[in-house]
Each structure stands twice: as structure tokens, then as C-alpha cells.
């Protein structure tokens, strides 16, 4: 008889009741990788003792780091991973290896490689937020040599070209946001990524991607990264549809198509991916894996995002952040990437500003590692909209199971009494164990009490998670 766990959530106090239910030999597919990151671990000199939080980075099991404004961050130092960078005089030629600058990108990009994570490399540039004046986003004086310039950065760190490594990195992404502050044929304010047309934009990128895949068959090539609406807008941007039909019209193949939105509503991530899985395979992008690959907790980008700020290093994030890969490994999304991993950068919210230790976002993404960990999902379900479960298990059964109360109302402050029993009459041991993030505590074991019929009980505050182990 196939075992059934049931977890029974009652609302304290009140007669309402919820019922969460996971079938552990009703198998649905691979846990996702819904937990992976932009950017990665603080990097110190040799003579520090100091070591930075790269023993967390291998812990959370992130297993791909994006170094998108990685010359953002001090500790990697600004000469990193942007073309302009590597590749500082465009006058000079690309065949030749005298002609980039590699020394800290490949520093920065050997600490996440040592760290037993792989690099997403993005291709293109970091944002330029300064008014006036822009330097390094406008659209390539030849396009080709772009191309050119960025097949040797590849050739760099898979086949050991100029002093190089070889890394074996899959996926490589071109540009960043071309579409942020573009409303349909004008800009809303300085660009901050492209300070081009689409339509030079359309013909950057298939030149890219066809010389980039004519080079490397066998790699992951795509992007470019496309930025989403502000918070609460459930419809994605025009520019996403534009893009692909037109890349369809040209024969542009691709790999993946990555996309970004900033959301205090979780739910919105599950639209956008319906919509972009929906639009990839309108234009013939069947095969095409969709990437979320820039998110994060923001409510409003205007009066709201101070509150923004404050949240995202907050109990609230560390529940959203849970929700979020939770409604994800449920849609088209192939893969999630936290917006921004970097130590004492605003958006943050995984280490203390000072210290460098892990708060609650961090535990989030830990915890998910650990269902990745044990790679296959099954079948889970709850009736109560802020409660939600993920439930994996490996080959020889030990189980993981993620629930969380992701609450969008402040207001709400009761607490919801949680009975975990094995529905099939099997009853839990001094096996299990329960590890509890909340308002009070980051990761701490519960102190859970087996009752008499083999039941646990729990209880979940507004903006919670809890990862069972058994």
C-alpha cells in the first residue's frame, strides 16, 4: 500500500481547518533548480584570515552562480566580466590575447568554480544607473567583432586559449535588460542597459547568438535577460513578444530566454512563466528553456520601495523567497536565480549587512538545496492559499518536505497549529526532524513533540517556513 503523509493544518483558534497532503511514491519529476543565484561569495586577499562566506555558497547547493554586476562589488573590484572590461580598446584584435584583460575575472570566476558551483556567464554589461552620461551600453560599433570578442572570452575559460581554463561553462548569456524604461516606441527615461533601438538591438543579437552557436554547437546559448513590469502588473512587457518573432523571422536559434521581474506577490511569477512558456512555443521555442534569472521581494519602486528595502532583509523575504521557488517548481520556469547573492550589496538579503552570517532569505534557499539534494519531487497539496508544500525524496527514501506561510498582509499575526501525521497509520519516530524559520528563529531545530498516535505538532507564525527531514 503506497504511504501517504498528511499534514494537517488547523488555523489556532479558529474551526477552519487546512489540510496539506504528500504522497511519497507518487512521483512527479525532478526538483528544480529553483535556487540559484546571481553573483557569489565575497572574495579576500591572500593574507586574510577571514574566509568570507564561500562555506555558505557550497552549503545552499545554489549549483549555478550569474555574474551579471559582478563590477558592482567592490571585493571582486570593477575590471570583472563586462566585455568593456575584458576586452577594454575595441580598435585592438580579437585575436589576439594581448588584447583583454582577464586577471580578476578570472580570479572571481575561480572562487565560484572552487566552490563547486558552476558559472552562468552573462556577456554583455552591468547596469549603468548614473543620469548624464552613459559609456558602456550602447549598441556595438561592429557587431560581428562583438561576436568575435566574446567567442574568445569563451574559448578563455573552456579551452585554456590565452593562459585560460578549462570549465567546462554551459550556459552563456547575451546582454542584460535591453527592454528596461522602453514603452513601446520611445524611452521613459535614460536607458540604464541599451542605449540603442530594438531594432538595432535585433540585429546585435542575431549576429551574436548565430556566431556564438556556429562556434560552440554543443553549448547553452541565449538571453538576453529580459526586464519585467513593475510589481503588481501581471501581464508581461510587449517587448518580449517582438523579440521572438522576430528572432523566429531571422532563424535565430536559442538555447534559453531569460527574463526578470521583481515581485511582493509570488503568484505573479507563475503568470509571467504561463505567458512565456506560451510565447516561446507560439514562435517555434519549444525546446527553449525559460529562466527567471533576476528576482527578488519588491512592492513598488517608487513610495513603497523603502519598505521594499527594509523587507527584503527581513522574516517576510525569507517566507517569500520560500513561496516563490515553492509556485515556481509548479510552472514552465526551468530555473530561478536569486537577485543578488554578493555580501553588502542592497538587494541582499540572504547575509547581516556587518557580519556576514545568514538571515532569513539565506535559509530559504538552504532549504531548497536540500530537496534538490534528494532530487526527485512527489506529490504534495494544501487547501489554505498561504500555506504551501514541496515534498522530495531519493532513491532510498528519505523524505524532505518544505512548508512555508508567506503572508502579504502586515496585519495578519495569528498563529496556525500544525498536526503532521502519516495518514497510512505508519507513525513518526526519533527520526524526524523539523528545522524552523520564523520572526524568531533562522533555521533552529523544533523542539517538536511526538504525540501517542505518531503525530507531530507544529506551529507556523505569518511569514514562516519549515523543512522536515524523516
Same mark, same amino acid.
Given at each position: 500500500m503506497k504511504k501517504i503523509l498528511t499534514l494537517a493544518l488547523l488555523l489556532s483558534g479558529i474551526s477552519l481547518s487546512a489540510q496539506v497532503t504528500v504522497s511519497p511514491e507518487t512521483t512527479i519529476g525532478p526538483i528544480k533548480r529553483m535556487n540559484a543565484v546571481n553573483n557569489g561569495p565575497r572574495i579576500n586577499n591572500a593574507e586574510q584570515v577571514y574566509t568570507g562566506t564561500t562555506g555558505y555558497f557550497r552549503a545552499a547547493n545554489v549549483g549555478y552562480s550569474r555574474n551579471h554586476d559582478a563590477a558592482g562589488y567592490s571585493a571582486y573590484g570593477e575590471h570583472v566580466v563586462d566585455i568593456s572590461i575584458i576586452f577594454p580598446d575595441f580598435s585592438k584584435n580579437p585575436n589576439k590575447p594581448e588584447s583583454y584583460d582577464f586577471t580578476l575575472t578570472d580570479r572571481y570566476v575561480k572562487s565560484i568554480q572552487d566552490a563547486g558551483v558552476e558559472v552562468f556567464f552573462r556577456l554583455g554589461?552591468?547596469?549603468?544607473?548614473?543620469?548624464?552620461?552613459?559609456?558602456?551600453?550602447?549598441?556595438p560599433k561592429d557587431n560581428k567583432k562583438w561576436a568575435q570578442v566574446a567567442e574568445h572570452i569563451i574559448r578563455h575559460y573552456n579551452e585554456g586559449w590565452a593562459d585560460g581554463f578549462h570549465y567546462g561553462i554551459k550556459y552563456w548569456e547575451i546582454w542584460n535588460e535591453p527592454n528596461l524604461e522602453w514603452?513601446?516606441?520611445?524611452?521613459?527615461?535614460?536607458?540604464? &542597459?541599451w542605449a540603442g533601438s530594438p531594432e538595432e538591438f535585433y540585429d546585435f543579437f542575431e549576429v551574436a547568438v548565430k556566431h556564438l552557436k556556429g562556434c560552440f554547437p554543443d553549448l547553452l546559448i541565449g538571453g538576453p535577460a529580459m526586464s519585467g513590469t513593475d510589481p503588481g502588473v501581471r501581464t508581461i512587457p510587449v517587448w518580449y513578444e517582438l523579440l521572438l518573432s522576430e528572432m523566429k523571422r531571422r532563424q535565430v536559434p536559442l538555447d534559453f530566454f531569460a527574463w526578470h521581474i521583481y515581485e511582493s506577490d509570488p503568484t505573479i511569477y507563475a503568470d509571467y512563466a504561463y505567458q512565456v512558456r506560451a510565447l516561446l512555443d507560439k514562435y517555434g521555442y519549444d525546446k527553449t528553456e525559460s529562466f527567471l534569472n533576476e528576482w527578488n521581494y519588491i512592492k513598488s519602486w517608487t513610495d513603497d520601495y523603502p519598505y521594499s528595502a527594509r523587507t527584503m532583509s527581513s522574516p517576510k523575504a525569507g517566507a517569500?523567497? &520560500?513561496?516563490?521557488?515553492?509556485?515556481?517548481?509548479?510552472?514552465?520556469?526551468?530555473?530561478?536565480?536569486?537577485?543578488?547573492?554578493?555580501?553588502?550589496?542592497?538587494?541582499?538579503?540572504?547575509?547581516?549587512?556587518?557580519?556576514?552570517?545568514?538571515?532569513?532569505?539565506?535559509?530559504?534557499?538552504?532549504?531548497?538545496?536540500?530537496?534538490?539534494?534528494?532530487?526527485?519531487?512527489?506529490?504534495?497539496? &494544501?487547501?489554505?492559499?498561504?500555506?504551501?508544500?514541496?515534498?522530495?525524496?531519493?532513491?532510498?527514501?528519505?523524505?524532505?518536505?518544505?512548508?512555508?506561510?508567506?503572508?502579504?498582509?502586515?496585519?495578519?499575526?495569528?498563529?496556525?497549529?500544525?498536526?503532521?501525521?502519516?495518514?497510512?497509520?505508519?507513525?513518526?519516530?526519533?527520526?524526524?526532524?523539523?528545522?524552523?524559520?520564523?520572526?524568531?528563529?533562522?533555521?533552529?531545530?523544533?523542539?517538536?513533540?511526538?504525540?501517542?498516535?505518531?503525530?507531530?505538532?507544529?506551529?507556523?507564525?505569518?511569514?514562516?517556513?519549515?523543512?522536515?527531514?524523516?
Open positions: 554589461q552591468s547596469i549603468e544607473n548614473q543620469p548624464l552620461k552613459k559609456y558602456n551600453i550602447y549598441p514603452d513601446n516606441d520611445k524611452w521613459k527615461v535614460d536607458p540604464r &542597459c517569500f523567497v &520560500c513561496a516563490a521557488m515553492q509556485i515556481c517548481q509548479e510552472t514552465p520556469t526551468d530555473m530561478l536565480m536569486y537577485y543578488v547573492w554578493t555580501p553588502g550589496t542592497r538587494f541582499n538579503g540572504l547575509f547581516d549587512q556587518l557580519s556576514d552570517t545568514p538571515i532569513w532569505s539565506y535559509w530559504a534557499i538552504y532549504a531548497w538545496g536540500k530537496l534538490k539534494t534528494l532530487g526527485t519531487q512527489v506529490k504534495a497539496g &494544501c487547501d489554505i492559499p498561504d500555506v504551501r508544500v514541496t515534498a522530495a525524496r531519493n532513491a532510498e527514501g528519505r523524505l524532505g518536505i518544505l512548508v512555508s506561510r508567506y503572508v502579504m498582509d502586515d496585519n495578519i499575526t495569528a498563529v496556525k497549529d500544525v498536526v503532521v501525521k502519516l495518514a497510512d497509520g505508519s507513525k513518526f519516530d526519533e527520526r524526524v526532524r523539523c528545522h524552523i524559520t520564523d520572526p524568531f528563529s533562522m533555521y533552529t531545530e523544533y523542539p517538536v513533540a511526538l504525540q501517542p498516535d505518531g503525530t507531530l505538532l507544529l506551529a507556523l507564525e505569518p511569514d514562516s517556513f519549515v523543512y522536515i527531514e524523516y
